[in-house]
């Protein structure tokens, strides 16, 4: 078993800044791309960040310049740094790993979601 558990989620003013883990846990070989989703309320889920193994990294056009993926792989875990943030950025962030676990396989794994609400 594969589990995704993210941390750091809650309510900040605008501008502010917030920090978010996500650490894979279970049975692992080997993790590839990980990445941050996001889903605000009515809306569809959309990919924020990924980060590959080789630590390129990719962004939604606006993040880009705010927030910062970052991931450490002697510890399985994946971190979202986000800053200057905008009532905008209020979702539910899910953490996401493309992961080879004891099915010899790789398949990809979400976490159960982080709420952020950004508000005055």
């Known amino acids: 078993q594969v589990q995704l558990v993210e941390s750091g989620g809650g309510l900040v003013q605008p501008g502010g800044s917030l920090r978010l883990s996500c650490a894979a846990s279970g049975s692992i070989f080997a993790v590839y791309a990980m990445a941050w989703h996001r889903q605000a309320p009515g809306q569809q889920r959309e990919l924020v960040a990924i980060?590959?193994?080789?630590?390129?990294?990719n962004y939604v056009d606006s993040v880009k310049g705010r927030f910062t993926i970052s991931r450490d792989n002697a510890k399985n875990k994946v971190y979202l740094q986000m800053n200057t943030l905008k009532p905008e950025d209020t979702a539910v962030y899910y953490c996401y790993a493309d992961i080879l676990g004891a099915g010899s396989y790789i398949r990809g794994y979400w976490g159960q979601g982080t709420q952020v609400a950004v508000s005055s």
């Open positions: 980060i590959r193994t080789d630590g390129s990294t």
